[in-house]
């Protein structure tokens, strides 16, 4: 499948253009400053306070790593512990077979709605618009994701998707689209919050109390015993797992883990890292299917959808240790001022700069690996320790590269690269160029600075203060300065 027909990249400007939009909304930016300092804040306050958060990083690292090692036989475990517990395993290699999948097994039912608990899985793959076209309609169940359903919207964080949303707009939305998919919104609905979450709990309860058919994504499986679970803070997701007939659940593959005791670590790393919580408020953990109890059809889709690919990529596959936790973006100075969908992804911040171009393709997304500063916030804070910089640098040697290939004529930065290595691999065509720069400057610099060059150099020399280069390099001072005396002295003492 080629990358540009995964559903993960939404076909959105590149993150350049995107962004220069966004940055002009000064209501996102305000509203995402204020959301993400306030989860910051309580990150740090809960990791700092376990002696032991450095030690649960390291674990929790190499236990992924270890896990990605092995993929294919924690997989094939996973496949017969859940099939033992009366559970149906099916393999999707990408988005269409995953949708055809779940479209299946649906209509297999004879229902034509269902609900759904958070998954970007789904959202990867354009779940709701695939059911939408097989006339079957999925309702989101998770707060922020109503909100972003209501709105005819698309998420903007991992955690919140409806970060860029501000609470006067949330009654609006509320106001106006609540009708149309269900109960509609009270009279004289206020923007407190408890109001918001009132209504959206009376808008959901019908839902859940019809439902047959349930969608969730899972945050961990366990391979040892078959085990599934899905970590969120409102309990509609628990509504979405215990009331229907028939769960179906979508799962990345690299969310694996070898044994049920490997979730100690990665339950206590989670809530603390996304939520700034010492504790998950609802965390369901299901085993197949327990007669009298519960969904009586379980179906577990194993989503490929690139990660294959990436695995094969010694360095880019640390991405797929990713608990989704959202830290990353919570620190990143470019997140806090785009907001997530300026990268035209379901993954947005550091994560998806890094996770969406192998999924799609680096030459699908390009622009993405350069929508950082490097500053390392990410790599501090991510609680599995992906070096997001180190990936970042990897893929976009690999987006110049792909840029090269494809062009027929070298690009200006290209050929300007080629003439500073041809300079700075000879001291004298060096000397040569630093005579030849110093003569220049003494010509355009005014006040020893540099203003604007002429033709290609405009850009970029306008948008910097640039100092003119020294009359004399430190190597012709070095000769005329020591060299010269020391010829004098040696001249004394023969
Ligand atoms: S990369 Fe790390 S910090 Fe970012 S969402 Fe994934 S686990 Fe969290």
Redesign the pocket.
């Known amino acids: 499948m080629s990358g540009a027909d995964n559903v993960v990249w939404l076909g959105t400007p590149p993150f350049p253009e995107a962004a220069r939009t966004a940055l002009a909304d000064t209501r996102l930016r305000a509203n995402l400053r204020r959301a993400t300092g306030t989860i910051r804040d309580r990150r740090l306050a809960v990791t700092d306070e376990l002696d032991d958060w450095e030690d649960l990083r390291d674990t929790a690292a190499a236990v992924k790593r270890r896990t990605l090692r092995h993929l294919d036989r924690h997989l094939l475990r996973l496949e017969e512990t859940v099939t033992a517990a009366g559970g149906t395993v099916h393999w999707a290699p990408d988005a269409a077979e995953a949708n055809a999948i779940v479209t299946r097994l649906v209509q297999a039912t004879g229902e034509s709605e269902i609900v759904k608990v958070k998954s970007m899985a789904t959202q990867e793959i354009g779940l709701n618009e695939a059911l939408a076209e097989a006339g079957i309609r999925a309702y989101e169940t998770d707060l922020a994701e109503l909100i972003v359903q209501l709105g005819g919207d698309r998420p903007s964080h991992?955690l919140v998707p409806a970060i860029h949303r501000g609470r006067s707009e949330i009654r609006e939305i509320f106001r106006r689209q609540m009708g149309t998919w269900g109960r509609p919104a009270p009279e004289g609905l206020t923007d407190d919050p408890r109001d918001l979450a009132e209504a959206a709990r009376l808008h959901l309860r019908e839902k859940f109390l019809r439902a047959k058919v349930a969608v969730s994504g899972a945050n961990f499986a366990a391979a040892e015993t078959g085990t599934v679970v899905v970590v969120e803070s409102e309990g509609n997701g628990r509504m979405c797992l215990a009331l229907p007939e028939t769960l179906i659940t979508v799962m990345g593959i690299e969310k694996v883990l070898p044994s049920f005791a490997d979730l100690d670590v990665f339950l206590r790393l989670l809530p603390r890292?996304s939520t700034g919580e010492r504790m998950n408020p609802y965390t369901s953990l299901w085993t197949g299917v327990t007669e009298g109890d519960g969904p009586q059809n379980f179906h577990l889709v194993l989503l490929d959808n690139g990660r294959t690919a990436t695995l094969a990529d010694e360095v880019g596959r640390q991405?797929l240790?990713?608990?989704?936790?959202?830290?990353?973006?919570n620190v990143c100075p470019v997140y806090e001022r785009t907001g997530g969908h300026a990268y035209g992804s379901v993954y947005p911040?550091?994560?998806g700069a890094v996770l969406t171009p192998q999924l799609v393709g680096v030459q699908n997304a390009a622009s993405l690996p350069f929508a950082s500063t490097l500053c390392g916030a990410?790599y501090d804070?991510?609680?599995?320790k992906?070096d997001?910089p180190e990936v970042l640098v990897h893929l976009r040697a690999k987006a110049v590269e792909a840029e090269r290939r494809d062009r027929l004529l070298p690009t200006p930065e290209a050929l300007a690269m080629k003439a500073a290595g041809a300079v700075l691999s000879s001291p004298r065509r060096l000397a040569a160029v630093q005579r030849l720069a110093a003569l220049a400057a003494r010509l355009v610099a005014r006040d020893g600075r540099i203003g604007v060059l002429p033709g290609p150099f405009a850009r970029w020399s306008g948008t910097r203060d640039t100092p003119a280069p020294a009359r004399e390099s430190l190597r012709a001072w070095w000769r005329r300065t020591r060299e010269a005396g020391r010829t004098t002295t040696e001249g004394k003492g023969r």
Not at 321 to 329: E, K
């Open positions: 991992i890292s991405a240790s990713c608990i989704r936790c959202s830290a990353c973006l911040g550091p994560i990410c804070a991510c609680p599995v992906i997001i």
